[in-house]
């Protein structure tokens, strides 16, 4: 019989795993292409991108503590009673995860390129194989890199925005100024909610995490609440030291808004070794992430036994992070990163709206089933904030063009007809 997953994870492995995935490239890579949408009201995004996270996040938490399984969502929406969308929903969510994994990894390799001058495609692959072993070798020591990343993450994000608080008030900007109007702000609100996507991430570390009960809903809210603030506040330091328009055009907008100080080029190279870091700490949780998520479906029969082997001496799904590891490989040979993190940011939106739905048919399908936590602001058993965040994931979802509908069209059929040959036991 194969062994369980090793619980090694505490409150603050948990926190800094989803603060790790939260931060990465999102903030780094998207934060020029927001500001060019928005003006000096970018910031206002990133608001609202945290109210719509902070509405999920929350029944993510509830449903978490009722079911600390891995593959989290998969078992949420199967327990509502649809095995079809549970199955649809892990399946988006193991295709954006390879997809921005890859994406992310180009995007190391690009600042890689720019530092040492090796090709972006063999830096991508090398860091992909790298990342999987580390995974490979367990959570704590992979929980342990994270923590060094993200903390190396957080001092970029401090030097910019501290950077930002010397300017502040020096020139003369107007942090209101809309220059595509509300129209703009949701827009650039849809594009940087990838910044966001991964505090529903530590629901998939359950089974890896000491009382799971306890610890899950607090990284929750904690995750959520620190990023947030990193978030605005890094978004106003930028706009104040480099015009949006000037963000906007750079691969590398906050080493270019650093480079604007007095610092000079000495910031752009240290942001850039920064950069390194957050886009190899992504890579890394958005890979162990996927490949508890081929476990769980595994291990809930809705994906081939063979991918819910756990690795005798390590305790990790081995099998299924090399899958992970090969499918990300595939990705780098193609994807630009704006429309591989629109692609995510609409299945993420179709799963938070489908998860929000979940916990509310769940209070009255299962009224006195034990919540040890429960999500604030309820009238009797409706819950008020999950509703929120199911109107705004749904309202979200009309933000995106017809060609990143298309795609994320395109991998929901790919997933029925491999949902339907498991059914017909062809991929048992």
Known sequence: MSPGLKRSLSLFDATVYGIGIILGAGIYALIGQAAGMTGNSVWISFIIGALVASFTGLSYAELATMMPRAAAEYVYLKKSGSKLIGFLIGWLIMFTGVASAATV??????????????????????????????????????????????????????????LGVIAFGKTNINYLEMSNGSKGILAAAALVFFAYIGFEDIANMAEETKNPKKVLYKAFILAVTITTLLYVLTSIAAVTLATPSELSQSKSPLALAASKTFLGGSAFTVLSYIALFATANTVLVIMIVSARMLYGMSKSGALPKKLGRVHANKRTPYIAIALVMLASIVFVFFGEIAVVANITSLGAFIIFGLVNGALIWLRYKYPNMKRPFKTPINIGRFPVLAFL????????????????????????VAGVVVYLLIEKRILR
């Not at 959570?139 to 001092?155: A, C, D, M, P, Y």
């Not at 994931?393 to 990143?404: H, N, R, T």
Request: net charge negative; no cysteine.
């Open 105 to 162: 990894a180009l995007g190391f390799a690009g600042y890689f390129n720019g530092l040492f001058g090796l090709p972006v495609i063999i830096s991508a692959i090398a860091l992909i194989v790298i990342l999987s072993y580390i995974s490979f070798l367990g959570i704590k020591e992979s929980s342990r890199l994270n923590v060094i990343f993200t903390g190396i993450e957080v001092i970029g994000l401090a030097i910019v925005i501290i």
């Open 389 to 412: 965040g199911l109107i705004t994931s749904g309202l979200m979802v009309f933000q995106f063009s017809y060609e990143i509908v298309f795609y994320t069209g395109m991998a929901v």
